[in-house]
């Protein structure tokens, strides 16, 4: 795949090692990329992301049978999202989904095309359906609301956008989280734009005729918005219920797909070994923790590791702030300590999946065989 257009740009810098290496990571002015994009005002190239067609008569009830969403009868142009989870309920791919009536168009994670596909084609048997990667003939572009006026693609008459469903619980879904949600607020959109047409949106961008914001300005709404996104949120152990990914991305009263046992164990009857919280951090140290930098928690007089940075941002607003992945049971009035290289930074939670998160279903608790009860 060939360079961005957008790389080109004055001021275009992209960061080593960021998430979203191939595009842009900023212009220069993070926090005014970032104003102007969450008031529709910009764009974002997202050229790097993958782009996947299923084809045939049998690509709804085929994804639908594996996917951890409804999409038996997914309308044309209507926005989903899905997991396709492994045998024991952990999350191996997350997709974007959009139909226009003959094609399932597949918006991933940069760099998953390869494993998605050939875990795809795996799957196939005997049914008509056909996996092909167009992330070469695709690009990718975020947008806030409405966004301006991009030369967007078509296909069978549907045009090639999809609008994140995290703004509210989906139905099927659940949403742990209590209390107001930021998610309300989270008018974000991905749209599909011919590859040969990035040169001149990008053009556009140059001439002054459109703003354009850097993938960190994406991140830092993102991440304010407590949207998880499979590249940082998930690891090897990941079940969906940590991160709150019921709310747009489960329907909890589909019949049967890979790791649906887990899904409806840990919601009805369990809870989820790790929760997601929002951490924010003291910004005197002026520097922000990197993925996988270790949160610690105190323990007596010692401290302990309870979990891990996966998303770490200056939000024009809120400051520095994170999204970490702690363990269940850790106090949520607990303050706790992110470990930077050998620099510490004091962090705060804000609870997104509460400790209590699970066990909807309200089994009473039977008293063990030869134990007493209350009474």
């Known amino acids: ?8 740009l004055p001021g275009a810098i992209e960061l080593p090692d960021a998430v979203d290496s191939g595009v842009p990571s900023h212009y220069g002015s993070p926090n005014i990329e970032q104003r102007r994009l969450e008031a529709g005002e910009a764009i974002v190239d997202l050229s790097n992301r993958a782009v996947i067609t299923v084809t045939g008569a049998d690509r709804l009830s085929w994804i639908h049978s594996m996917a951890s969403q409804d999409l038996a009868r997914l309308a044309p142009g209507v926005s989903a999202e899905a997991l396709f989870l492994g045998p024991q309920g952990r999350l191996e791919h997350a997709v974007k989904i959009v139909d226009d009536g003959q094609t399932m168009w597949l918006l991933a994670e940069p760099d998953s095309a390869p494993p998605l596909i050939d875990w795809l084609e795996r799957m196939k048997f005997a049914l008509r359906v056909e996996v092909a990667d167009r992330t ?135 809870h989820p070994p790790r929760r997601v919280v929002m951490l924010h951090l003291d910004g005197s140290e002026s520097a922000l923790p990197d993925h996988g930098d270790r949160v610690l928690a105190p323990k007596g007089d010692e401290e302990r590791e309870v979990g891990h940075i996966t998303t770490a941002v200056m939000h024009h607003e809120l400051g520095p702030v994170a999204l970490a992945v702690i363990k269940r049971a850790v106090p949520a009035d607990l303050e706790l300590v992110v470990l930077r290289d050998e620099t510490r930074i004091a962090a705060a939670q804000q609870v997104i999946v509460p400790t209590d998160a699970g066990a909807t279903a309200g089994v009473p608790r039977l008293p063990r065989i030869g134990g007493r009860t209350r009474g």
């Not at 795949?1 to 080109?8: H, I, Q």
């Not at 590859?195 to 053009?203: F, G, N």
């Open 1 to 8: 795949m060939s360079e961005s257009p957008f790389l080109r």
């Open 136 to 270: 070469a003939d695709y690009g990718t572009i975020g947008v806030m609301g409405d966004g301006p006026e991009l030369p967007v693609a078509v296909s069978n008459g549907v045009p090639l956008r999809w609008n994140d469903p995290w703004k509210a619980v989906t139905a099927g879904g659940w949403q742990y989280a209590t209390g107001a949600h930021p998610g309300i607020d989270w008018q974000w959109a991905e749209v599909l734009v011919p590859r040969t047409e990035l040169a001149s949106v990008a053009a556009r961008v140059r001439s002054g005729e459109l703003r354009a914001a850097g993938s960190l300005a994406a991140e830092a709404l993102r991440v304010a918005a407590w949207r998880p996104r499979q590249a940082t949120e998930v690891d090897e152990k990941t079940i969906p219920h940590e991160l709150d990914w019921l709310r747009s991305a489960v329907h909890l009263h589909k019949g049967c797909y890979r790791g649906q046992e887990t899904i409806a164990k840990v919601h009805n009857l369990g």
